[in-house]
């Protein structure tokens, strides 16, 4: 397996892309946004490695998100390659028409139900709309259904899903010499966390899935995980319980926030967490900060009064909220 670091101008940093080669099917774990120059970098990477883009068989994505699914369209046309994603994901990678025009009325519904003002909803918009070439050529999507197995190169690669950052994220388990490894996609990155509520709006109830997520990465106690941006984490398992306490420490936040704006939008929540925000962040803050309210409110912690939420006033115990050390 290779890694290749593509160029993302778009959102911010770089993708991490990787190779498969050898006896089986020629194959890419995610591809990079669709850009030029995202391109032109990863068909100098392959050549390296003495292929091209016309070899590739096989085409595995862990999202639909364009920095991860971008140019798999246009591989697909130069090569035949088969295109795999999750189901869930797979109808956004195809550019489906409904399907988009579904999350695009979503994302109205929700910025007013979140209390996003017009000046901000515009902006954010505008960020959107200049983002739209970068999901490139439409592509011809395979299901892959967690547990199914695929050749990849000299590899078989186990699909296993960690939805919450998208409905259908899907990781690929490898065995290798020294023990088991998760190519995670963006479930599991080191420094950060990915961003839940925002990044799919059609995910319901996303933070109690991904934490879900975290636990079976948890519990499965891979030895490396190879993440969709970044460089590899060394202790997958250590990395799920960090963002597992991230999000508590981030849940004890929103409720303080609330015992000094309640009644409060999530736009507010968003606010009083990260501050003003700009370009992508007009959607992930409060999508987050929604996330964790939805969270709460099923937990019987906060309850909503219209567009506004409110703490219930019980004893506000959160353990339940979170899963237990595996
Ligand atoms: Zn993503
Ligand atoms: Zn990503």
């Known amino acids: 397996m290779k890694r290749f670091q593509l160029e993302n101008s778009f959102f911010e940093g770089l993708n991490d892309t990787y190779l498969f080669a050898g006896d089986g ?15 032109e970098q990863l068909a100098d990477a392959l050549a390296a490695e003495g292929i091209e883009f016309a070899d590739l068989d096989q085409i595995l994505l862990t999202h639909f998100h364009a920095d991860h699914a971008g140019l798999a369209g246009e591989l697909q046309a130069e090569s035949g390659a088969t295109v795999r994603c999750h189901p869930d994901d797979a109808p ?12 695009q009325a979503r994302h109205e519904r929700l910025f007013d139900e979140w209390g996003m003002p017009d000046s901000a909803q515009e902006q954010l918009f505008g960020f959107l709309d200049g983002g739209e070439g970068l999901g490139g050529e439409d592509a011809t999507v395979e299901p892959i259904e967690p547990g199914d197995v695929v050749r990849a190169g000299d590899e078989r690669l186990e699909a296993m899903h960690l939805p919450g950052h998208t409905a259908g994220l899907t990781g690929f388990v490898r065995e290798v010499d020294d023990g088991r490894e998760l190519l995670s996609g963006d479930a599991l990155l080191p420094e950060y966390t990915p961003n839940v509520g925002g990044a799919d709006v059609r995910v319901e109830a996303a933070l109690e899935k991904y934490l879900s997520t975290l636990a079976s990465v948890e519990a499965a106690g891979f030895d490396r995980a190879h993440p969709g941006h970044r460089y590899p984490i060394e202790d997958p398992t250590a990395r799920a ?71 219930t006033g019980q004893e506000p115990e959160i353990d339940p909220l979170f899963p237990d050390p595996q």
Do not use: C, K
């Open 25 to 39: 099917p020629t194959t890419l774990v995610d591809t990079g946004v669709s850009t030029e120059n995202t391109r």
């Open 92 to 103: 956004m990678v195809e550019h489906d028409a409904d399907a988009e025009a579904a999350v």
């Open 241 to 311: 319980r960090e963002i597992i306490d991230h999000h508590r420490e981030r849940t004890e936040n929103v409720l303080e926030a609330l015992a000094e704006h309640e009644p409060a939008t999530p736009w507010q929540i968003s606010a009083h967490l990260f501050g003003d925000l700009s370009n992508i962040h007009i959607l992930h803050g409060p999508g987050e900060a929604s996330a964790h309210l939805e969270h709460l409110g099923a937990h019987g912690l906060v309850e909503r009064d219209g567009d506004r939420y409110r703490r």
